[in-house]
């Protein structure tokens, strides 16, 4: 490992720990790591950086199960069943921890565009398109300003109200490889709709992800629709 390699190690061990930290007290922490409290204070608060081991100990340490159970731990669920994930779509640096280990689960191939809905698929989005170095394109659900050109989805829902996601059509080109991403998916029918972009634009779709996933019905539309890899990070009933 040169040095560079070494330091951005020692930040990402960082990156996690304050993550980490966000739900638990020191003690709790010291708990899950195995590192002495005080020597965790001085890393989140920035003041020493983890040795390499420690720091690939702590890189390697954080899973899929590790951040579905963070995930778990930051989202709300109201009386419906409804939920409220701002604690995790407002959460940048959680997002970017979120990118590699969703990209080795589900062994996503490196796309030309990570294609994502308005409003809170964009900062999932961002997170994956930064972490393959993809641009990022984001379906909205007016049409942007001083945009000529758009590819439009619509589709009439279950409620009967239609909706109608709009791309501008430079976004993507024919042949790019594309990921689909979303926060959450329920029904199913946004993805519907950004596969259709993804479709209309002549694009090759290499995956599907989603943080959350409220049942199987969106999944499995998404997956009767296309035949890369579809998968969430936590499934919840
Ligand atoms: O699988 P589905 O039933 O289609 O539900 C999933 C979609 O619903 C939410 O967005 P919403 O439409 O609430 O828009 P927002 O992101 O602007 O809040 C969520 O961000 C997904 O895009
Ligand atoms: N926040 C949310 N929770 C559950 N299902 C949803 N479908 C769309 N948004 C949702």
């Known amino acids: 490992m040169n040095r560079a390699e070494k330091a951005a190690l020692q930040l990402q061990a960082v990156a996690v720990l304050r993550m980490l930290k966000e739900t638990r007290t020191y003690e709790e ?20 950086l983890p040795g390499t081991d420690r720091a690939s100990e702590v890189v390697e340490a954080v899973g899929r199960e590790a951040l579905a159970d963070e995930l778990l731990a930051r ?26 280990v969703a990209a080795e689960t589900f062994e996503f191939e490196s796309p030309d565009v990570v294609l ?8 999932l989005g961002a997170a994956m398109a930064s972490f393959f170095d993809a641009r990022l394109a984001y379906a909205k659900k007016s049409k942007e300003t001083a945009v000529e050109e758009f590819i439009e989805s619509r589709q009439r829902l279950a409620s009967g ?8 059509a430079s976004a993507i080109d024919a042949g790019d490889t594309v990921l689909v991403v979303d926060d959450l998916i329920r029904s199913g029918e946004t993805q519907e709709l950004l596969l259709d972009i993804a479709l209309q634009a002549d694009a ?34």
């Open 29 to 48: 922490l010291s708990d899950v790591t195995g590192l002495p409290a005080g020597d965790l204070n001085r890393y989140v608060n920035g003041h020493v």
């Open 116 to 123: 994502t809905a308005a409003t809170d698929g964009i900062t």
């Open 161 to 168: 109200i239609e909706l109608t996601y709009y791309l501008p």
């Open 75 to 100: 989202v709300e669920f109201d009386d419906e069943g409804y939920v409220d994930n701002s604690g995790v779509v407002f959460d940048q640096p959680f997002l970017d921890l979120v990118a590699p």
């Open 204 to 237: 090759d779709v290499t995956g599907v992800f989603t943080l959350i996933a409220v049942g199987d019905e969106g999944m499995d539309r998404a997956r009767a629709i296309t035949d890369a890899p579809v998968g969430a990070l936590t499934t919840f009933e």
